[in-house]
């Protein structure tokens, strides 16, 4: 990870549980199960169908307070649910996977899957289809999964 990467993951993390508190007090609604389960996933699915017609505005809103919280609230639900780490990389680069926030599964390079959330959410709003949050996790669950039979296998 670049120095500026490094410093712009260590500050946008610092303040995780303000931004999560104030993004729960200031657009969710009251009875939201805000626990980081998978069920909060699909809970939260919801509150952005309801706001995005499609993958475009979403991409819009992504820092705007909405959509930024729900990019942070998923990205700590799939920490929870995961081996996984969050990551950001500034590459000077113009395409999608620069300069964002991200989920990184806890693997070697070989082994690893990202996932964006803020594309995630983008791509429910695009697709409509209930279950793309939740199945997130199965991403980085499968590329541990992976790797642990890697391991085994060269034991043997």
Not at 31 to 45: I, K
Not at 65 to 78: D, Q
Not at 82 to 109: C, E, F
Not at 132 to 153: I, K, Q, Y
Request: glycine share 10%.
């Amino acid at each position: 990870m670049t120095a500026p990467a490094r410093a712009f993951l260590d500050a946008w993390t610092a303040g995780m549980a303000e931004a999560l508190d104030g993004w729960r007090a200031g657009h969710l609604p009251g009875g939201f199960p805000f626990d980081f389960s998978l069920d909060s996933l699909d809970a939260l699915e919801g509150l952005v169908l309801e706001r995005h017609p499609d993958w475009d505005s979403v991409i819009a809103a992504g820092s705007g307070p909405f959509v930024e919280g729900a990019v942070r609230y998923v990205g700590e639900t799939l920490l929870r649910a995961a081996p996984s780490r969050w990551g950001y990389q500034d590459l000077g680069l113009s395409d999608a996977h620069d300069r964002i926030p991200m989920i990184r599964s806890n693997t070697p390079a070989g082994f690893m899957q990202t996932v964006i959330p803020l594309h995630r959410l983008a791509v429910l709003a695009k697709t409509r289809e209930r279950g793309t949050l939740r199945e997130s996790v199965a991403f980085l669950g499968d590329a541990v999964a992976a790797h642990e039979r890697a391991v085994r296998a060269r034991r043997r």
